[in-house]
Structure formats: structure tokens, C-alpha cells
């Protein structure tokens, strides 16, 4: 009977050493679960992502801020300090960006597709550099509340939220230089146009 005892015993101490093994081996299955969850969460382990579409490059030269001091190599942190403090954007001050490869952009959207991605800052318009909060120098949308800052963005503001066109809604947009513009090649006119400022009009306007 005491030998029974202390096989039984055994076998208890036994069962009490695992618990403690099973439990941890449990928590290391749990924890390398989460792990590589969280790893496939992340950008540099998800191949379907190219870093180099979401980082803003360097500049090779500097960038300069045309109404401060402030210079930087990088296109999209030089829109974002036009924009916070000085409260205006390329559009409005009458700046745009020129890439070596050739496009000319106002947004930081080239700078984060381009392979080469270095840009010089080119002069677009003469006068005073306008602010976000300044009265709306252009019209607003046939369609909503919002004021296009240029004709090829009042174009594609159309097309992308209301799935429309100007000549849908009877209208056309006259650009400061003379040119009457009804479809998208307003777009293409804007790249070669130096000016920004544009009007609206009714198709059946003279």
C-alpha cells in the first residue's frame, strides 16, 4: 500500500511538474501567433507595397521657401511649410516644382512616384502670393461647395466626386490668357498655361 502511496505520489508530483511546462509552452505558442500577425502587419514584410512610393526622396539641392529663410530637400515637407506657416500652397503663391525627368507638379504626389524625383522650383505667376484664407479668386463648383484652385482641378474635382463633366452641366471655364476651355484638355493647358486664374461661364453665354 505504501509503495501504491508513493507511486501515486510520484505520479502527482509528476502531473504538478507539467502543469507549469504545458502553461509556458502554451503562452510561447500564443505569443509567436501574435508575432507573426503583427509582422505581416508591417510595411517592410508586405511585398505588395513598394517603399519607394511611400517616402517623399531627397533632393539633391536645396528648396527654398520664397517668402522665409527655411530650406529643405524634400518636395513634400517644402508644400507642407507653405502650407502651415504661411498659410498658402504652390498654386496660390504662384510657384510649381520641375523634375529632371520633365513633369512639373504642384503636389508632392510626383515627387513620391518618380525614380529620380529632383526638382527645382520654377516662377508660374507674377503678383502677390495669395493665402488659403484670402477671398475665393475662383469659382466654386457647379455642384457643390468646394473652389477648385486651378481649370484642370476644377476638371478632375468634376470627374472624380460627381462623375460629371463641364459640358454635362453647361458650362465652360475661360482662362486669364483667352482660351475657352469645354473638356479635358483643359488639363493638358493648365501644364503649358503660366496662368492660374480662370472664370466661369454658361455654354450659351456670348
Known amino acids: 500500500v505504501i509503495k501504491s502511496q508513493k507511486n501515486n505520489e510520484t ?3 509528476s502531473d504538478e511538474d507539467s502543469e507549469p511546462a504545458v502553461k509556458k ?3 510561447e505558442s500564443e505569443k ?3 508575432d507573426k500577425k503583427r509582422s505581416t502587419c508591417k510595411r517592410e514584410d508586405n511585398p505588395s507595397i513598394r517603399k519607394d512610393r511611400q517616402v517623399d526622396k531627397p533632393n539633391d539641392s536645396e528648396l527654398e521657401c520664397p517668402e522665409c529663410e527655411y530650406r529643405t530637400q524634400c518636395a513634400g515637407t517644402w508644400m507642407s511649410h507653405l502650407r502651415i506657416k504661411h498659410s498658402t ?3 496660390l503663391a504662384g510657384f510649381a516644382l520641375l523634375c529632371e525627368c520633365g513633369n512639373e507638379s504642384v503636389s508632392d504626389a510626383h515627387a513620391r ?3 529620380i524625383a529632383n526638382f527645382t522650383i520654377i516662377h508660374k505667376r507674377d503678383g502677390p502670393i495669395r493665402r488659403m484664407n484670402d477671398a475665393k479668386t475662383t469659382p466654386q463648383c457647379v455642384l457643390c461647395e468646394f473652389y477648385p484652385k486651378t481649370a484642370s482641378g476644377y ?3 468634376l ?3 460627381h462623375k460629371s463633366t463641364l459640358f454635362a452641366n453647361g458650362v465652360y471655364l ?3 490668357c483667352g482660351l475657352n476651355i469645354r473638356s479635358s484638355m483643359g488639363i493638358k493647358h493648365d501644364k503649358e498655361c503660366n496662368r492660374r486664374q480662370f472664370s466661369l461661364h454658361k455654354l450659351n453665354e456670348k
Open 11 to 13: 505520479m502527482i508530483d
Open 25 to 27: 509552452a502554451k503562452a
Open 32 to 34: 509567436n501567433k501574435k
Open 89 to 91: 500652397t504652390p498654386v
Open 113 to 115: 512616384m518618380c525614380n
Open 155 to 157: 476638371i478632375s474635382h
Open 159 to 161: 470627374h472624380v466626386h
Open 174 to 176: 475661360s482662362c486669364e
